[in-house]
């Protein structure tokens, strides 16, 4: 075998970090390499433009294993399995039922039922449940959070009366009256009373989850990643603070968390997101110390060690009791949770990750692109070990999605797993000089927010005062200014739309929890859930019921080149607002420019050519125009002044606000 200190291409001399920078300065020729090349993120760290192995070097995270404290590089040891959720809002259990059993024989192993409180009784979940093996399937259930409580209880009974392995199940009750108050701004439920009781109720339940921290609405909300991350943190702490200091042992509130984060677009910072979160999370959870209990069947250990069960140790079980922490199994091999003595529980500080992808980023036009955006967004969340995982319709914007869009989305993870086979390697962005250094980076902002919060007074002290939707609402706002502009690209609305798209009765469906609208009985402010592609949409919706779609006209004329790449930035820029866009090869002169506009009954002139040309074009085309359609200049020439005080007003070029500039020009055209 050769030496594995050997070396490489060792006819290749190595290149320093200085070279490297060097090098890239010298081509820049004179441009600021900050500005350049130094990408300043919205979590308020830079990003370089290339990394090396140094960059590693005083990271402590690097040298952790897959399934260990601090679980940064995922719960499992020997594959990156996740589970795949679909939900179903409950109208008819029967129904429901059939849709559960259709959905399970297609690929989903994770049921989320949204119950509506008034229906809840024992019939109604053997209803909804019959024929669902729930020792084969994660089961999670909604409903109002004043009857968590009562629907724990039923859920013990029938599982009970049906003879499962109760220590066996796994799943959710969505108990999170913090989310509500960010959405609604009511609080209408004590939360430590209630979270003792519900936790008393699913004694019996070790391996269910039931308090919830749907951090996802802030995503939703367009919140920053490290934001996101940062009141996750303060949210789960919360529970955990208020709970052990009523009594409650530390793992057993640990273990009865779960977090359901969203996913961005932002496809190598969601990633570093999800392995900073298990990081984070494992220190706070053991920084309460807490004591080991997996005899209770919630240890996550993988040793199932119930008589019939293959044990993980390599051998069928023959024990007769369940595998205990500290206990050798009756397949003589120990069990292998991770617990030390004196270290406390190390199952209890793992982060357990439902992922959805994001509503904030979808869009009503060329729909079809939400396929894209989720795709990407699921692939992050994969390569970031989430432990379950939903995929939104691509057409749930404007429709409630039907069975072909529902497979579609069930089918972008499957894709993932059965043929890109994400599912088999565990943590493979480890060792990546780029990812490693994101993940230390994104960790260290949402660590500063989640001490602020806590010197603060704590999540809901934070929610109380509205300092959360405050902090949210500006970086929703910033956003939407972003999009506005152009520096955050929706493809298909605010940068290369689809010209001829209508879109006949497709129209944005309003929030069914009701809480896009901030009531005027609340106690506190609200989130605001406003999709980046709202403003675009709105005003694409105004120009179809105006009856009158406006027509512009390129006027190319001049420099080849320039003329084409003015034209076609102000066809993609028109076309935003569903304006019918006429494209030209060139004219000869001004005149025949303006004829051909005019003769096209255009309601628009666009004056495409290169700079130093407009000099000579801009003035005559204006005046051969002469109001009887909308004059434009295409860029931002030097000449500029002059021609605004010729009376030459409308300029289209990167640096203005298209959203604003479009919403002008319709108030303008469709008089």
């Not at 990394?51 to 897959?66: A, N, S």
């Not at 008819?92 to 008034?118: M, R, T, W, Y």
């Not at 919060?453 to 902090?471: H, L, M, N, T």
Request: some cysteine.
């Amino acid at each position: 075998m050769a030496d594995s200190k050997e070396k490489l291409f060792p006819e290749f001399p190595p290149v320093s970090t200085r070279q490297w920078l060097d090098k890239a300065t010298a081509d820049l020729k004179g441009a600021d390499f900050e500005k350049k090349l130094v990408w300043k993120t919205n979590e308020g760290f830079k990003v370089q433009p290339f990394y090396r192995m140094e960059d590693l070097e005083e990271l402590k995270t690097v040298g952790t294993v897959p399934g260990c404290f601090p679980f940064l590089r995922g719960n499992k040891k020997d594959n990156n399995e996740w589970l795949v959720r679909q939900d179903i809002c409950v109208e008819c259990p029967k129904e429901a039922n059939a849709k559960a059993l259709d959905i399970l024989n297609k690929g989903v192993d994770s049921l989320g039922f949204c119950i509506q409180a008034a229906d809840l009784s024992a019939d109604y979940l053997h209803t909804l449940l019959e024929g669902i093996c729930a020792e084969c399937v994660e089961l999670n259930f909604h409903t109002c959070q004043k009857q968590v409580v009562e629907l724990a209880n039923l859920l013990t009974a029938y599982f009970t009366q049906k003879g499962y392995n109760l220590k066996k199940l796994t799943g959710s009750i969505g108990f999170d009256p913090m989310e509500k108050m960010l959405a609604k701004g009511k609080e209408k439920v004590d939360l430590t009373a209630t979270a003792q009781a519900l936790i008393e109720a699913t004694a019996a339940l070790p391996r269910y989850r039931v308090l919830g921290v749907d951090a996802l609405a802030l995503n939703n909300a367009g919140a920053y990643i490290y934001q996101e991350l940062g009141y996750a943190l303060a949210w789960g702490n919360e529970y955990m603070r208020r709970l052990t200091e009523s009594g409650v042992p530390a793992s057993k509130v640990a273990k009865n968390i779960k977090f359901n984060l969203g996913i961005s677009p932002n496809y190598f910072l969601e990633i570093a997101k999800f392995r900073a979160a298990r990081l984070l999370w494992a220190n706070i959870v053991d920084a309460y110390h807490p004591e080991c209990d997996c005899a209770d069947g919630s240890c996550n250990c993988g040793c199932a060690c119930n008589c019939g069960d293959d044990c993980q140790c390599g051998e069928d079980c023959k024990c007769d009791d369940d595998c205990q922490c500290g206990d050798d199994c009756k397949c003589g091999e120990a069990c292998t949770c991770g617990c030390q003595e004196g270290k406390g529980c190390r199952c209890a500080a793992r982060m357990l990750i439902h992922a959805e992808t994001s509503s904030f980023n979808l869009t009503l036009y060329d729909a079809y692109v939400n396929l894209l955006r989720t795709q990407t967004e699921a692939m992050s969340a994969a390569l970031g070990g989430i432990d379950s995982m939903s995929v939104s319709a691509f057409d749930e914007v404007y429709n409630q999605p039907n069975e072909f869009s529902e497979r579609l989305a069930r089918n972008q993870q499957l894709l993932l797993k059965e043929e890109s086979h994400f599912d088999k390697v565990v943590d493979a962005a480890a060792g990546s000089y780029y990812i490693e250094t994101l993940t230390a980076s994104i960790a260290q902002e949402a660590w500063k927010l989640f001490l602020s919060v806590e010197e603060a007074g704590g999540f809901y002290a934070a929610i109380k005062a509205g300092s959360v939707q405050a902090a949210v609402g500006e970086s929703n706002q910033a956003r939407h200014t972003a999009v506005a502009q152009r520096r955050e690209i929706l493809l298909g609305t605010n940068q290369y739309p689809n010209f001829s798209e209508i879109t006949a009765e497709k129209k944005p469906l309003a929030c069914g929890c009701g809480c896009q609208s901030q009531t005027g009985d609340a106690d506190f402010p609200t989130l605001s859930f406003n999709r980046a592609a709202a403003g675009f949409e709105a005003l694409r919706l105004q120009t179809e019921a105006s009856g009158k779609r406006p027509k512009a006209f390129m006027l190319t004329i001049g420099n080849l080149a320039m003329r084409q790449a003015r034209a076609q930035f102000a066809c993609n820029f028109l076309a935003c607002a569903g304006y019918e866009v006429v494209d030209n090869l060139g004219f000869d002169t001004v005149e025949a420019g303006v004829k051909a506009a005019m003769d096209a009954k255009a309601d628009i002139v666009v004056l495409c050519s290169s700079d130093d040309e407009y000099a000579t074009y801009a003035l005559p085309a204006f005046k051969a125009v002469d109001g009887k359609a909308l004059f434009i200049v295409a860029g931002a020439p030097a000449c500029m002044d002059e021609l605004k005080a010729a009376g030459i007003e409308n300029f289209t070029h990167v640096r203005v606000n298209v959203l604003e500039t479009l919403k002008e020009y319709n108030a303008k055209l469709l008089k």
